[in-house]
């Protein structure tokens, strides 16, 4: 199977049960073409609606959710069956399957995470200057504006992109998306890994000067 | 010495064409040796080709065929009105080359082996089947329909029932109800044949409440069976139980075989009736005269019973074939390949798409398999690109690939391979014998090696007898006969080569086929009705500018007097489109013409406005009303998308729009464009939402900006949800609302995703409260109380009130509801959710208890430092102190809220009081509760999981996402 646009990101002992992989967003045109040809007319069309960037955006990364779907279930990417809850978050449309996907992107940069039998959420930022205009944005939690204003200047920018991650894998993980309050989700601010509301926080290698997170369920948990 | 004939296919030297040829020039009395002289004769003598053909065929039939033809006019015409036959008798029949050893079909499954039948076997189980329906009522003016897979079941319940004389319909066990009712509430079947394996048994019931007219429904697996009307058997049940076979009699001609499906440009599906004898002819022509198809033969056609490949595919075993069914998944592109090869196909046939994914995946039949019986792959479904047939000589190797196309509405093709013909890429090598297909100019003249609209210009067998429901043939006429007086017009784009080859465009009738899904432009314009502004519209496909190969819609509209197409008009169709049919039917591109192409007789000419958004020269030019429309259409076109007129009255939507544009960087905002559409994260909504607050003093939480989030939404959850709204609407509903109040810091987010996940049907609002003075001193409880019951007053003036408030927001529910029953109104529910008793309220026991309990925890907690903290706030606020730590505003305000939830003494309320205890406070709750007991004496305690999750609690609250739909569950349950 060619993966067009997607290479691994080499699976750590603990991540035996998600695999990851990483989606190049700046892929060349032919890569695009390709990757387009994968897709189900839905989501050619739900492509189209976006601008140029959304577009590419749209399709390689859906493409790469595919392969590394396909990958898994050893059939070509085209023939996947994705369902997508009203939310908006993907799933393997086979029933009783104990794959769980996510996928998430920013800039030139895709992550597809795939559970085997964890229920998963990915998340990637590029990460921002520091603007204290964030502790006035609602999402953070006192005790989280708390801990970040107590860092030094130098580390906030990664700390904040960090944390924006983790509660968005959290999100993205339970599905509703921006649907619920990014506040009441309570990250270990300065950690890349820990427990948040219930769910593992495992970081990503991504490429400099970007960061991702990730949200499992706890192993003794079955995915829902 | 006995000459036995030569089996038919067995000399592959000498095609069965060639046979053929010989006959009917002995009957023509001339050389028919010429390229492309066979169909010339087949169509300029109808009567002594077809003759020749049910002669040559040696099909069984009884009667005359003196008369071969009624009349020459393709609407009307019957063939062979005095000739009777069965065509299940015509399929099973022992043949030359293949007696009843031979074998008939080979069942392949995914799961399990495969099974094999001779035909004299499988005669005998449509014997057997025969004598079962026959048994329980099913006649020859009954239909049958049949939803199961490709396999032998299908088979033998169809050619059973064939035998019967009742119709069948078949469709596959994976279509949805809708789908299947859709097409089979027209049927008016008698009988319902399932295979429930692959089926939902909504689907199952949905059916029989959908199919009034069942009597009887037959199943063939082995589920359980259900109880009550109509009777329900499984077959084979039925078929041990029966009694002898009923004589397959032969019936005329047009006796209705099988009831097909297509979709038109109008209307739901027109159900056709295809006759026994039109169905069984055309097939073993094009089967033998066209396939070279025989005894040596083993055919697989990937198909399902939905398409009418699988009855094409059915019919080759009136030429003794050997057909070969597939009911499992196509795992990849191997998956054929390997069908074909492990069974020794040698027809093999398939679709443009499965090609195409062969190619793309990189993978290489010949280099795996052994393919050297297959000698002819076809392909039907779409058109066949050039390179797709060099792929084909590469990687499958040197056999023709023969792209074949027709249609349901006529059972069979229009043009397809030939055995004398060389195969030319991108090609259909022949047109169909005996069918005087053309393509012809928007007046009906023929035109070669230009594009034009197919049509069949002489009767034929396999026309439909007619529509079901289409009692004045109206329906059947429009469908076909109206186009081009005298002629069947398809629907398909075709290009004839003066070889007869041929080249397929496309659908010429309006339907699109935009990236293989077939779109009808009927749902467009019924969709487009709604929207104000648009006095006519047509739907068409334009040529990917950037996509080679792909295509795209263009919507063309005409807008009423004093109507501007801007963006906002087009993003209405847009929505619109995409809510109402789906996102396939959005358009690329929205452009506003003066005029429609219609023709002189007022036709709209679908076609015309497609070579116009392509650029092409317009073919029917001459034929068309007004002609300038063509120019105007062309100018529209590359004009591109209709510029922002700014016309947004609106101020509020104008700033919203300004905000985006800002953010997004982009200038191109419309008031109903997706912020996802354009480029924007989810980081940036919060971005977005912050500027809203500053720039324009709105608080809009992030869930009211998710559940629409456009600018036009954004701008309406400025209005009418939040900002200044006491009260505002945090779900819709009817009847008496629920009402929640604010935590210690005076939102209600936190609420989010209770608020969604409640099983209620009342509305849920939150209420806005001043928690602090002019001098910004927090008010007392009991004040802030009293503003949230003249706010509950304002908007429900009498009771009974529900009202629920979490930790702070708690209290002041409780002071609320007391504040309430003391004017003498009713509240019928109090909840509290986790809201710990006051210090104040507290007895010295209760708060040595309490005391206990957070030493306990400190130990307990993993982050012992987070702990300390927290005494020495609470500490602090409690002696007055400002608090520890970074000076936070916000922190500030909380730590305020708290220190008068602390002061406040809960007076006595005795109406109903639910408390939701969270585990995690049980321990800190438990010894104190005894507090609430003694002023709420109808408490009743119901716990939920999580913890209290407030400030610097890194464990999971009640309302956290994860403990959230218990506790709404909880509440939903409670609920007054
Ligand atoms: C979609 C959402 C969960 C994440 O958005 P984001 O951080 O900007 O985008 P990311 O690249 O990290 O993730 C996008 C992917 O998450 C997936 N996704 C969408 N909704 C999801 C959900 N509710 N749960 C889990 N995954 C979801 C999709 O596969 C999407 O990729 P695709 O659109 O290419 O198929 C978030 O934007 C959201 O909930 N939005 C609600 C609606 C809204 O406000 N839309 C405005 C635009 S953001």
């Given amino acids: 199977m060619l993966l067009v646009t997607a290479t691994p990101v080499r699976p750590g002992p603990l991540d035996a049960d998600v695999a990851l992989w990483l989606v190049d967003l700046a892929a060349d045109d032919d890569a695009l073409t390709a990757a387009e040809a994968r897709l189900t007319p839905v989501e050619v069309a739900r492509a189209h609606r976006g601008t140029p960037a959304v577009h590419r955006r749209r399709v390689l990364l859906r493409a790469a959710l595919r392969s590394a779907l396909g990958s898994e279930l050893g059939i070509p990417p085209g023939q996947v069956p994705i369902g997508t809850s009203p939310a908006g978050r993907p799933h393997l449309a086979v029933r009783g399957s104990l794959l769980d996907v996510s996928c998430s992107a920013s800039g030139a940069v895709g992550v597809v995470a795939v559970g085997r039998g964890r229920r998963v959420g990915v998340d990637v930022e590029l990460v921002a200057p520091w603007s204290s205009d964030v502790l006035d944005e609602g999402w953070l939690s006192p005790g989280e504006r708390r801990a970040l204003t107590g860092l030094p200047v130098t580390a906030r920018p990664l700390a904040v992109t960090r944390c924006w991650t983790q509660k968005e894998a959290v999100l993205k993980a339970t599905g509703t998306g921006l649907r619920a309050d990014p506040a009441t989700v309570v990250t270990p601010v300065g950690r890349a890994t820990g427990a948040v509301a219930g769910w593992e926080i495992r970081d990503v290698q991504v490429p400099d000067g970007w960061v991702a997170s990730l949200a499992v369920t706890p192993e003794e948990e079955t995915p829902r | 010495m006995t000459l036995a004939p030569a089996p038919p296919g067995a000399d592959r030297r000498r095609p069965q064409l060639a046979d053929f040829r010989a006959r009917c020039e002995d009957v023509a009395g001339v ?5 492309g002289a066979l169909h010339d004769f087949s169509v300029q003598h109808p009567e002594r080709f077809w003759r020749t053909c049910l002669d040559w065929a040696q099909l069984p039939w009884s009667g005359s065929a003196d008369v071969v ?8 015409a019957r063939f062979f009105p005095d000739v009777r036959l069965n065509y299940a008798e015509a399929l099973l029949r022992p043949l030359p080359g293949a007696g009843d050893g031979a074998p008939a079909v080979t069942a392949v499954h995914a799961d399990r082996p495969a099974e094999r039948l001779t035909r004299g076997q499988l005669r005998e189980q449509v014997a057997l089947a025969a004598a079962a329906l026959a048994g329980i009522g099913l006649t020859d003016r009954d239909r049958l329909v049949l939803i199961a897979p490709h396999g032998v079941p299908a088979m033998v319940v169809a050619l059973a029932a064939a035998a019967l004389g009742a119709a069948v319909s078949t469709a596959a066990p994976d279509m949805g109800a809708l789908a299947l009712l859709g097409r089979f ?12 394996t692959a089926m939902g048994e909504a689907t199952v019931s949905a059916l029989l409440d959908g199919l009034p007219t069942v009597r009887r429904l037959v199943v063939l697996d082995d589920l359980p069976l259900p109880e009550g009307d109509p009777t329900v058997d499984r077959l084979a049940d039925l078929t041990a139980g029966a009694g002898p076979s009923p004589a397959w009699d032969r019936r005329p001609f047009d006796h209705p075989l099988f009831v097909m499906f297509s979709s038109g440009t109008t209307g739901p599906p027109k159900a056709m009736v295809h006759g026994a004898g039109g169905t069984l002819l055309e097939h073993v022509k094009e089967h033998r005269l066209h396939g070279d198809l025989g005894p040596a033969d083993t055919l697989y056609f990937h198909t399902t019973t939905a398409w009418m490949m699988w009855n094409w595919q059915l019919s080759a075993l009136a030429v003794g074939a050997h057909v070969i069914t597939y009911d499992g998944p196509v795992d990849g592109p191997q998956t054929l390949w390997e069908l074909a090869a492990g069974h020794g196909v040698t027809v093999f046939g398939t679709s443009p798409a499965y090609l195409q994914l062969c190619q793309d995946d990189g993978y290489h039949p010949a280099a795996h398999l052994d393919l050297s019986r297959l000698r002819a792959v076809l392909s039907t479904g779409a058109v066949l690109h050039d390179w797709q047939y060099d792929w084909v000589a590469e990687h499958v190797g040197p056999v023709p690939l023969q792209s074949i196309s027709g249609g349901t509405d006529i059972i069979g093709c229009f043009v397809l391979g030939s055995p004398e013909r060389p195969v030319r890429r991108g090609r ?3 047109p169909s014998l005996g069918l005087d297909v053309a393509a012809v100019e928007e007046d009906g003249t023929e035109v070669v090696g230009a594009v034009g609209e197919l049509v069949c210009r002489n009767p034929f067998p396999s026309r439909p007898v ?40 496309g659908r010429s009738d309006g339907v699109l086929n935009v990236d293989g899904v077939r779109i009808g432009p009927s749902e467009i314009y019924t969709a487009l009705r709604g929207v104000p502004g648009i006095a006519d519209a047509m739907a068409v496909e334009q040529r990917h500018p950037a996509r080679p190969g792909a295509s795209r819609i263009v919507l063309l509209v005409v807008l009423r007097e004093g109507v501007v197409l801007d963006a906002e008009l087009a993003r209405t169709i847009r929505r619109t489109l995409r809510e109402q049919a789906s996102p396939a039917h959005v358009p690329a591109l929205v452009a506003a013409v003066p005029e429609l192409p ?3 007789n007022g036709k709209r000419s679908e076609r015309a406005a497609r070579d116009a958004v392509n650029g092409d020269p317009v073919a029917n030019a001459a034929a068309l009303r007004s002609p300038a429309c063509l120019q105007a259409i062309r100018a529209a076109v590359t004009a591109g998308p209709a510029a922002t007129a700014d016309q947004d009255a609106d101020p509020l939507l104008r700033a919203v729009t300004g905000l985006w544009s800002e953010l997004l960087g982009t200038g191109e905002v419309g008031p109903d464009d997706d912020f996802g559409d354009l480029g924007g994260s989810s980081r940036q909504v919060l971005s977005l939402l912050r500027r809203v607050r500053l720039d324009l003093g709105a608080d809009v939480p992030v869930q009211a900006f998710a559940a629409d989030p456009t ?7 400025i209005t009418a949800g939040t900002a200044g709204d006491p009260a505002p609407l945090l779900r819709a509903g009817s009847g008496r609302p629920v009402f929640l109040l604010p935590d210690a810091w005076g939102q209600l987010n936190l609420y989010a995703g209770m608020v969604e996940q409640l099983a209620t049907d009342r509305p849920v609002r939150g209420l806005r409260l001043r928690l602090t003075g002019p001098d910004g001193a927090h008010l007392p ?42 004017e003498g109104r009713e509240v019928a529910w109090l909840g509290l959710l986790d809201v710990r008793p006051p210090r104040a309220a507290l007895s010295a026991r209760e708060v040595a208890a309490q005391r206990r309990a957070a030493r306990l925890r400190t130990l307990l907690s993993r982050r012992a430092l987070e702990a300390v903290r927290r005494r020495l706030r609470r500490g602090s606020t409690l002696a007055g102190r400002p608090p520890v730590g970074p000076v936070d505003p916000e922190l500030a305000f909380f730590t305020g809220s708290e220190a008068v939830g602390d002061s406040y003494r809960p007076g006595r309320f005795d109406g109903p009081v639910t408390y939701f205890l969270a585990e995690g406070s049980q321990r800190h709750v438990r010894g104190t509760l005894g507090a609430w007991r003694r002023v709420t004496p109808r408490l009743r305690v119901v716990d939920v999981p999580g913890h209290h999750g407030d400030l610097d609690d890194e464990r999971i609250g009640m309302l956290s996402a994860r403990h959230v739909g218990v506790l709404a569950a909880r509440v939903s349950a409670t609920l007054a």
């Fill in chain 2, 711 to 717: 600018p036009r939404g954004l701008a309406h959850a």
């Fill in chain 2, 781 to 822: 409880v009991e004040e802030v109380a009293a503003e949230a019951a003249a706010r509950l007053r304002e908007v429900q003036p009498d009771g009974p009130f529900s009202l629920a408030g979490y930790s702070f927001g708690g209290l002041v529910a409780h002071a609320a509801a007391r504040a309430l029953t003391a």
């Fill in chain 2, 31 to 35: 050389r028919l040796d010429e390229p």
């Fill in chain 2, 69 to 76: 033809l009624t009349s020459g006019d393709v609407q009307s």
């Fill in chain 2, 428 to 430: 259909c090598s022949a």
């Fill in chain 2, 185 to 196: 509430e027209q049927v008016e079947p008698a009988v319902l044949v399932l295979d429930r």
């Fill in chain 2, 466 to 505: 007619g529509f079901l429901r289409d009692p004045d043939g109206s329906r059947f006429h429009a469908s076909y006969f109206a186009a081009h007086p005298g002629m069947w017009t398809h629907g398909d784009l075709v290009e004839f080569d003066a070889d007869g080859s041929a080249r397929l465009h």
């Fill in chain 2, 598 to 600: 219609l023709t002189h």
